[in-house]
């Protein structure tokens, strides 16, 4: 008997050494989390206050910006250049791509009011015989749930001079396949008889990235934002095969 008891009583100190020791974690997960909740608090107002220094010399870059491009704008073929000596980059343009890149006078990016929420490149183009723009611009807005959406300008390409022209339209039963290959294919092809327009994502929930046969051009184009943004490294890109 006594040695029944002895066992039910270990037994019974066990199992209240087992309740300890999962209150003990639950009141550590509850201390945790209190903590997490704090961190995510303190992380959030720094985010915040990050944000309002990036704005803050966004605005002070402006005119660094517009006197660099003034600079570059006087080498002969310096994005051309760039571009094709860039390792990401240089893939992109194929030979008529090139063509055309030696009339484009200058690149910039515009940073949302709040940077991560998107941006929008601009390419300048000087006039040439393959487009009447002489700007075109793609705007790549971020979701919080991780998905995005771009636009971009339609581009009104010369008679005979586009990857889709009224002459070599293959909807027409002409056997010229779309160029999706070219770099200019990420603006996107226009239906027949278009002019240029600027599809508003806000506006048009049905239009995504995933439509766009621009996803392989647009993972690629990331690095631009860089290049624009740092002159070294547009520099570098630039002078890497001229020195």
């Not at 030696?102 to 709040?114: A, H, I, Q, R, T």
């Amino acid at each position: 008997m006594v040695s029944n008891r002895a066992k039910k009583s270990r037994t019974a100190a066990a199992e209240d050494d087992d309740q300890f020791e999962r209150d003990d974690m639950l009141l550590a997960i509850e201390k945790l989390q209190e903590a997490q909740e704090e961190l995510e608090k303190v992380n959030e107002e720094a985010n915040e206050k990050i944000l309002e220094i990036e704005q803050k010399y966004n605005e002070m870059r402006e005119p660094v910006y517009a006197k660099r491009n003034e600079v570059i704008s006087s080498i002969p073929d310096f994005w051309l250049t760039a571009f094709m000596n860039h390792p990401t980059l240089g893939a992109l343009l194929t030979d008529e791509d090139q063509k055309i890149f030696k009339y484009l006078d200058s690149l910039e990016v515009e940073d949302f009011k709040d940077p991560r929420k998107g941006y929008c490149i601009t390419f300048n183009f000087k006039a040439n015989p393959y487009f009447e723009n002489t700007e075109l611009t793609k705007t790549i807005k971020f979701f919080d749930e991780g998905t995005l959406r771009s636009t971009g300008t339609t581009i009104r390409w010369k008679e005979g001079k586009g990857p889709v022209d009224a002459g070599n339209d293959p909807r027409k039963g002409n056997k010229r396949p779309l160029n999706l290959s070219s770099f200019f294919s990420w603006f996107g092809f226009p239906p027949e008889g278009t002019v240029e327009v600027e599809q508003d994502v806000e506006d048009d929930e049905d239009y995504t990235e995933d439509d766009d046969d621009g996803d392989e051009v647009l993972n690629s184009l990331q690095p631009l934002r860089v290049i624009l943004h740092e002159t070294s490294d547009s520099l570098y890109v630039f002078t890497s095969a001229n020195i």
